[in-house]
């Protein structure tokens, strides 16, 4: 077993070897901070992990040889009046310390709240049942 996915294997004493019979979806992208800081997993993908747009790989040769497991930094400086949000679908949030909480509003208001917050990095739902409500609100 890998310290990073759970998987299932057999022994196969024919073989004299191990069989893998199961591991979750997504394969390696099931582990959590399987990437660095601002980039995604995607397993369809080689390497797995990917810069959001608008990133780029601290050190791309690394990035390369690592599978792409390195910090990802913004390609242009912070501008709090001119960046737009990235919508990324089906993602594991991030770590959750330190967030800004507020169950009543919806995500609409979640982003105009981040949008006037320049240490606003993310927003989200905080709950997607029933076509989603409340507001996280990342500032670091």
Same mark, same amino acid.
């Given at each position: 077993?890998? +310290? $990073? ?10 073989? /004299?070897?191990?069989? !893998? /019979?199961?591991?979750?979806? #997504?394969?390696? =992208?099931? @582990?959590?901070?399987? =990437? ?17 747009? *608008?990133? @780029? ?7 390369? !040889?690592?599978? #792409?497991? #390195? $910090?990802? !930094? ?8 001119? +960046?737009?949000? %990235? ?5 594991? !949030?991030? +770590?959750?310390? *330190? /967030?800004? %909480? +507020?169950?009543?509003? #919806?995500?609409?208001? =979640?982003?105009?709240?981040? @949008?006037?917050?320049?240490? =606003? ?14 507001? /996280?609100?990342?500032?670091?």
């Amino acid at each position: 077993i890998s +310290d $990073e996915n759970l998987q299932l294997f057999t022994w196969n004493s024919i073989t /004299v070897d191990w069989n !893998l /019979v199961w591991m979750p979806t #997504g394969g390696q =992208c099931y @582990a959590y901070r399987i =990437c660095g800081r601002n980039s995604y997993c995607d397993p369809n993908t080689t390497p797995v992990c990917n810069c959001i747009k *608008g990133f @780029a790989p601290r050190d791309p040769h690394a990035w390369l !040889l690592d599978g #792409g497991n #390195g $910090e990802c !930094l913004r390609k242009t400086p912070r501008s709090c009046s001119d +960046d737009k949000f %990235v919508h990324l679908k089906s993602m594991k !949030l991030p +770590d959750t310390t *330190g /967030v800004i %909480v +507020d169950s009543r509003i #919806g995500l609409q208001e =979640c982003g105009e709240r981040c @949008a006037k917050n320049c240490n =606003c990095t993310a927003y989200a739902n905080m709950d997607i049942q029933s076509g989603g409500s409340g507001c /996280v609100i990342w500032t670091s």
